[in-house]
């Protein structure tokens, strides 16, 4: 997220079953440029980025920001889960005045069908309605994305709408907010 207001960034290392969600370090930087650069990782994400460029330009600790966690299996970065808001002149949208925080997630092709990003996904998902208790989070995805738009219901998205972006269409659904109990 560009603001998490007033959430603490990072927050302690969220451990899964098999996974730990965690800032990025200093040896991730070569996960990152993989995910960047990989044709089959953006495959429905537009154009993945010149290696070259990438080497060049990728800082020693990369993407360490708010609503950024590494996802690490066994010490090592497989992808990445987000939480960012959602830009304003983009499409798909909840309230008129945007901004609503939206869920994004990439993995490296050799950790795709183990069910690693529904259980990264989930857990960033838990962290989030504890620390902005209330807030719904959307996810956009191209429909022509079978297993994201699964993942996507799975963890409890509904679809809001279907619109044309990036020259496809895209899935734009809704995870109602968590309201603790009280």
């Given amino acids: 997220m ?15 079953e ?21 044709p089959e990782v953006h495959l429905y994400l537009g154009d993945p980025r010149p290696r070259d460029e990438l080497e060049r ?14 996802i690490d299996l066994g010490g090592a970065m497989i992808g990445l889960v987000t939480l960012d808001r959602r830009d304003p002149g983009r499409p798909g949208h909840l309230r008129p005045d945007a901004g609503e925080a ?11 069908g183990h069910g690693y990003a529904a259980e990264a996904c989930a857990a960033a998902l838990d962290w989030f309605a504890d620390a902005l208790p209330g807030e719904p ?10 297993r ?3 993942l996507a219901v799975k963890l409890g ?26």
């Fill in 102 to 112: 939206e869920l994004g997630y990439m993995f490296l092709p050799e950790a795709w």
């Fill in 57 to 70: 330009v990728m800082p020693r600790v990369a993407g360490r920001r708010p609503g950024l966690f590494v």
């Fill in 137 to 146: 989070v959307v996810l956009c995805a191209q429909t022509a994305n079978h």
């Fill in 2 to 16: 560009t603001e998490l207001g007033p959430v603490a960034w990072p927050p302690a290392a969220i451990r899964t």
């Fill in 157 to 182: 998205f509904t679809e809001v709408e279907r619109f044309e972006e990036y020259g496809a269409e895209q899935w734009f659904g809704v995870r109602p907010a968590v309201t603790p109990p009280g």
């Fill in 148 to 150: 994201s738009v699964s």
């Fill in 18 to 38: 098999r996974l730990t969600l965690r800032e990025p370090l200093a040896g991730d930087r070569a996960a990152f440029i993989e995910l960047f650069a990989s």
